[in-house]
Every structure is written in C-alpha cells, then in structure tokens.
C-alpha cells in the first residue's frame, strides 16, 4: 500500500483520517486478519500481510481502509511456501 | 527472490541443488534469522522476511544460498511501523 | 499465461506436452475449476479464470500444469464486482 | 478498466454518475454483450469481457460509459481458445 | 511485429522461411485482408494494419505465418475514426 | 497521438477546439498529407499515418494541431516494406 | 531523493524549508549519520549515502527531512564490497 | 529537455519565460558551450549536446535554464568514438 | 545504437566485422551522411545522428551496417530547432 | 555496475577474470579514481563513485575492467551538492 495524501490536504481532517486508518487497521490486527505490518523505508507506504477466507473477503475489508481513496494498493496472492516450518514442512 | 533454473539443468543436479536450499532455509528459519517465507501463488518465487543485525549479515546470508546463482533477489528495506500492535503501538 | 516453447524443442515431447497440457486444462474446466479460457490475439499466450477455495489450492492446480518451466504466470486476484448481475446484483 | 475519480468531485454528482454506469453496466449484461465482470481485489478497478461484432460497435459501447472521462481502458482482443470446451474443443 | 530470428539460424532455411513469409503476406494483401504494411526504420519490424471479420479469423490468419515462432506480434485494435474522411466523416 | 483533455475545461471551448481538430485533420487528409487515422479501441486516441517530405515539414504540420497543448504524441519513421504490393514489391 | 517542489508554493516557505533541510542535512553530515551527498546533473536530485545501526533509524532520519512530502526517496541497501580497500580488502 | 508547461500559465509569462530560454540558449550556442540543439519531431522537448569542463559546469549551465521548474532533463554522458573522423579516427 | 554481441563469437570473426563497421561508418562520415558519432560513456553503444533525404534511405543506410544483426537501433526523428543559431534562428 | 555471469563459464577463468577486476579496481582505489565502491545487498552488483577529469577518461577506465563483456554498466553524472559540508558548503 502506498499512501498519497494531497498537500493541501486540511490537517485537522489528515490528522483524523490517519487516526481513523490506526484504529481500523489495529483492529483487524487484533482479529488475526492483518497477520504483519511493515513501514518501507523512507516512504509513506508499508507491506502487509492479511490472512482472509475469500477474495471477496479481502476486497470488502480493503475497501473499509478510512485512507482508501489516497491509496495505491497492489494485491499479489501469496501461498504456503514447501519450506515453511511454520507450516509443518 | 525469483528461481530461474534453467530447462537442461542435470535433473540430479536440480533436485541436489533444490534439497540443499531448503535445508539451508530451513536453518535459518530455526535460527529466527529467516523470519517469514511464503510462496508467490503461480509462480516459483518467494516473498521472504529475513531479521539481521546489519545489511553486511543480510548480504552474507543471501550470498550461501545454493541457489544463488539461478536467483533474482531485490530487497526491500523495511522498519517498524507505528501502528503495528506486535511492536507495542 | 504467457508460453514460451523453446524453438530446439524435440517435435514429439513438444506434441505430447502440448497435447497433456490440453487434458490437464479440460479436466479442470469439466470440475468447474477453469471457469474461463481466452486466446490472446496474436499471441501464444491466455487469459484464463478459475475458481478455487484458497490461493494454496490455485498454487497446486497451477503448479500441475504440464507446460510449467515453459510459462510465465501472472495471478490477478478477482472478487464479485457490485454491478455484477449474475452474482446477484 | 481502472477508475479514477477526483478527490474534490461533488458527491452528489459522483453518486448519480457511479449510479449511472451500473445502470448502464447492467443493460448491456443482460443483453448479452457484457458476458463478465469482475473487481480487482484492492483496486477501483474491473476486468471484463465484452461480446460484440466489430472493433467500431466496441468502441461506441465503451464510449457511452457514464464514468469514460474518468476510466482508463485498455483493450485486449480474445478469441476463442483451442482447448476450451465451451466452444466444442 | 518484431522479428527475432536466431544469429545461429540455417541460412538456407532462414532464406526459405523468409521467402514464404513474403508469400504469404503478398497473398493476403492481394485478398484485401492485410491492408497495409510498413516497415520501422532501423528495426526488423513493421506496422500492419488487417482487416477482418472477427478476432477469431484475426487469430487463425496471424497463426498461420511462417515466421510465426520467431515474431512479438502486439495487436492493437482499431476503430473508424469519427474525422476520417475515407469513412465518409 | 493520445489526447488527454483536462475534465473541467469549459464546453463550448472543447466544443470549439474539437471541431477545429478535426477541420485541421481532414483538410490535410484532402491534401494527402494525413493519409490514415484510425481511432484505438476504448481510448481517445489514434494511430495516423502522415506522408510528408521531411521531419521539418512533420513538425510543422504537427505543430499546427489545435489540440497540440494536449496531445501527446509519438512519431514512429515508417519507410516501404519489401513485401508491399502497394509499393510494387 | 528527487525533490518534486509544486510550482505555485509560496516563495517564502519554499526559501525557508529549503534552508531548513538543509541545516537538517549539514547536521548530519556533521554527526556522521549522512557521509555522502551529490547532486544528480541537470536534476533537482541527490544520491545519499547514509550511516545507521538499523532500518528504523533511517527511516526516523528520513521522516524529519523538513522537504519529506515533497520528497520521492528510494533506499538502495548498501554493503561493504569484497575489494574496498577502505574496508581492509 | 522536455518541457512541460501548465496549460493555465499567463501568456504573457509564458511568452516572456520562452524568449528567455531563447536568449539563454542562443548566448550558450554562440559561446561554444550548446553544440546542438535539435527539436524532437512532434514533441516539445529537444536533443541537445553540450561541451563543458566538469559535471560542476554542466549543472550549472541548465541550473541558469529560465524554463528548468518546467524542465525534465535526462543527462547522458558522451564520450569520444572511436570511429568519429572528426576526432581524427 | 546498442551493440550485442554474443560472448563466444569468433574472435576473428568480430574483430573483421568491426573493422567493416567502422569502414562503413567512416565512409558515410565523409560523404556527410552520418553527422555526428558519440560512445554513450560505459557503455558498448552510440549516439548518432544522420542527415537523409526520406526515411527510405535512412532504412537502407542502417540496413547496410556490418553489425545490423546485433544491434538494438532506435529511430528519433529530429527536426530543426527554432532556437538553433546553426540553423539561422 | 550489474554483473551477469554466464552459468556455464569455466571456473579457472571465472575465477581468474574475478581476482583480475579486483586487482584492477584497486589499484583505481590506491590511486584515488575509484573513490567509492559498495555491495548492493543480495545482488551481484555495485555502487561506485570514480572522480575523473573527463568522459573520455571515465570511458577508458571503465573499458578496461576486465568483466567488462559481462557488465552492464549505467553512468549517473553526480555533481557537487550546494549543502554538502565536505565540499566546504
């Protein structure tokens, strides 16, 4: 995910709004659904790791971000690895 | 990391060559230097997450691998993300 | 799918792998797996759509396809649009 | 095609538009030439697959989508694939 | 489409396949479907412009080029133009 | 060239530029100077062929399209194919 | 770093966060932390080296740069090379 | 260099700043220093080969461009070749 | 002009075809066809500039190059600059 | 500087052409033209500064690395930074 905030964004309202993305996106770490978080260095984007039941799971709660509309995402499907030991392997 | 094995490698050779990483990872995911791994859906790739002390640990890991010379590794420099709950936010 | 046959290939493992790519695919699409299968115009190459329980599951039936050291895959993930009429709409 | 509305558009006139394009949307698939239609998990987006009987009827189709000063379409020509079994393979 | 024939290729059969790619076009062009054909200057490559019935027929003429294994054929699909005169504009 | 009209520029003056555009395009059609356009599929874009003396004159014919601020265009040099009938290959 | 500075910001606030980022950087370099600087030719770009124990250092170093919303930054993971002779090779 | 300049600039601006480069261009090219100047056909923008000292120098001379906030410019090094008769090869 | 050439050609072979190159080159310098000749800095490639009457001829000169099969050659066309003094501005 | 060795080269030559650059890179560094050199993490590649008089030079030194058939090789001309402190800024 790639945030893109307009600079002339008002601060009170970008203030909420990323208050908002907090909170929405603790949430879903709390439920098991967001499994990892990542910043990416010096940028205003990050590398997440979401654990869902369906595609259409996982555009409804994308599709919940408060940020959305100043998002770029890119999905790419990830499976169990055969190296995994965490996955018993 | 992108394997790219090419198609007349000696089918021993491969299946030595391929048992031998796995292994390899599979160390350094008991050492909890290979944090996360995971399969990229369709394609013979990995998305990995490796914790180091320094980027010169980072580049020595990456370089035993025996599959080396038949990867393409481009790494993404990540860091704690503020809203992220496992790191106390 | 993109394939790329190299142009040395054997006339008859060519054939056969061809042709054992073709049975792969209709027993898939017979199952209800392999919704769509498009021809790109011009191109040695498809657009195909499945439908699976898990992105674990699409990695095996893809990883099965006969053709695989000689494709390129690119996994796009699709959910239910909300103007689709036959999902309900 | 991949949707790209102004922040600052007025919400009254991007409800009606939205609202107009799934109208428009649905006609067409329940004449037939809209055969499919999916959203791209993450993205303001959608693949679908048109049926009609020239480049030009194409075009005119796409030209009256409501949402066309805000869509950037490309168009990738299919034909019918040899092995698939819905056209008798 | 851009031609990409091997440095290695037998001359005689390169010279002969050559030969049949000319063929086969002139035998096209003559039956008004391959309507024009430029060459890209510096490149071994042209721009074609064909006109068919469907994709279907676009596909089965493209396929049966001898030079087929060694062409990147894009196509680009094209519409009337609403200023063109030859249209009747 | 694609052309790629800003959303909030006034009617009657797009009215007015569009309609200049294409008295411009079809009067240098006319002249056998612009020599095809097609439209490309879902865009607002177009493929023309010119046929002019020399890149100076192009440039100034190019220079001369009243949609030019918002144009962009790329010029791919085109010269006879060996294969053209139409050339009297 | 590629600075991307709107051209209708106002000239005082530009004088004073460019002066402001450059204090930043002149303290760093001072401390060690940001060892090299150059100019891209013709560009209003940099190239950086930096010195840090850890990713989340750089990033908190990256996020107090005073141009940071305007500001597009790549982070390229840097090791010691095997024949730096600066390194003892 | 390919300019971009804002559809809504004042003309009289405009007209000002592009006789300035002009001027700027013109004293360089008399001073030996602008060798070529060429206009890309169809575009605004142009090739270019100075002759300076040092990168300090050439940075220098496009940092004094009157148009650079509206410049993009891609500096490529160029050396002697060893074919060029003017070089006395 | 990109060179590619292959690492096990007959070093006989590429030192004669080189040779050739170049004669070719410096030929066409002198009969003031090729104008201008640069090595792009690190690189096995150049910067040229031809001076032709049509792109026909402009095909036919880079058709004849010893080198042709392995060069990647890209075509800008160029127009006179208006602010080129060279050219009378 | 990204190094593409061919998989099949024979390990006496690698391993001779390897130390060879590295002698030669050194000797650069001792006499203070290959200024900086590092590692890119997890890739057979490098970042180097060198400080030369000219782009002739630059392109006689990097023309005599003897990877140089296996090296692809981008020049970025760096220029001194009006803040860097090193530079007595």
Do not use: C
């Not at 949430?27 to 205003?44: A, S």
């Not at 595609?55 to 890119?74: A, M």
């Amino acid at each position: 995910m790639v945030v893109q905030l307009p600079h002339d964004l008002d601060p009170d309202f970008r203030a909420e709004i990323v208050q908002r993305e907090k909170d929405y996106s603790q949430d879903l770490q709390r439920r098991g659904v967001w499994r990892h978080l990542w910043r990416v260095v010096g940028e205003y984007a990050n590398y997440s790791v979401l654990d869902v039941e369906s595609n259409d799971e996982l555009h409804k709660v994308l599709s919940g971000l408060p940020l959305l509309p100043y998002l770029k995402i890119t999905v790419i499907p990830l499976a169990t690895h055969p190296s995994d030991i965490a996955a018993g392997a």
